[in-house]
């Protein structure tokens, strides 16, 4: 009896060090989360303050016509001028993210087909058609760069029936989840994955726009509709 209510104490006593040992695991987990979290957060604020002092800094030299400082200053921040004789668009920023996207294409072998007939000016702003051409674009890139064989992008835009039509196609190595017209990446990191999407959504709904995205076994779509008044 003595034996058996010794060995009954014994295996309780291993028990709850066990379970003690899991909840301490887990409070150090929750810890080293929490120290990550931090850590990006300070970061990020960090890079925002600094994003804010180039704002105004590029401000300032833009309004006083000081050009080639401007340029200068960007080719510090790692932003270079895509002086071309390529022309896809009359717009000239959104010609100036096509040609960077070709030249991010290049280095990496991805055969980009431009077909744009956007006229300028257009009823859509430069600042939102950087966000939807430029996401589009950055997604795609960052899915075909993960093939070794034949990775292509496709990107069309035209006037349809008074209606901004963007179609932007390419390859991928099938890794992806399409619920409710929303995409579930495969990656780790799904915190900091999916703002371009979000980002892409919330401009075209601003714009009382339509985008739609479909996928089969090889091939990713985007097809984006947006409403002009003329």
Not at 192 to 201: M, Q
């Amino acid at each position: 009896m003595f034996i058996l209510i010794g060995i009954s104490k014994s295996y309780d006593l291993s028990i709850y060090k066990h379970k003690n040992k899991i909840l301490n695991m887990q409070y150090d987990l929750q810890i080293s989360n929490l120290k990550r979290l931090e850590s990006k957060e300070e970061y990020i604020r960090k890079i925002s303050h600094d994003i804010n002092n180039h704002k105004i800094a590029l401000h300032t030299l833009i309004e006083n016509n000081e050009k080639e400082k401007a340029l200068n200053y960007l080719k510090n921040l790692g932003v270079d001028s895509y002086k071309t004789n390529e022309l896809y668009t009359k717009n000239k920023i959104l010609n100036a993210i096509l040609l960077s996207k070709k030249e991010i294409c290049t280095l990496n072998n991805i055969d980009l087909s431009l077909d744009i007939k956007v006229p300028s000016p257009l009823e859509v702003s430069d600042f939102d058609l950087c966000i939807i051409f430029g996401n589009l674009l950055d997604n795609s890139i960052e899915a075909t760069k993960k093939l070794k064989k034949s990775p292509y992008i496709s990107v069309k835009a035209k006037i349809i029936n008074s209606n901004l039509v963007l179609e932007v196609k390419n390859n991928y190595n099938g890794e992806l989840v399409i619920k409710n017209n929303n995409i579930f990446t495969t990656k780790k990191d799904k915190l900091n994955h999916g703002f371009g999407i979000s980002n892409i959504k919330s401009t075209v709904s601003k714009l009382n726009g339509i985008y739609e995205i479909n996928k089969d076994s090889k091939e990713f779509s985007s097809i984006i509709m947006i409403p002009l008044e003329n």
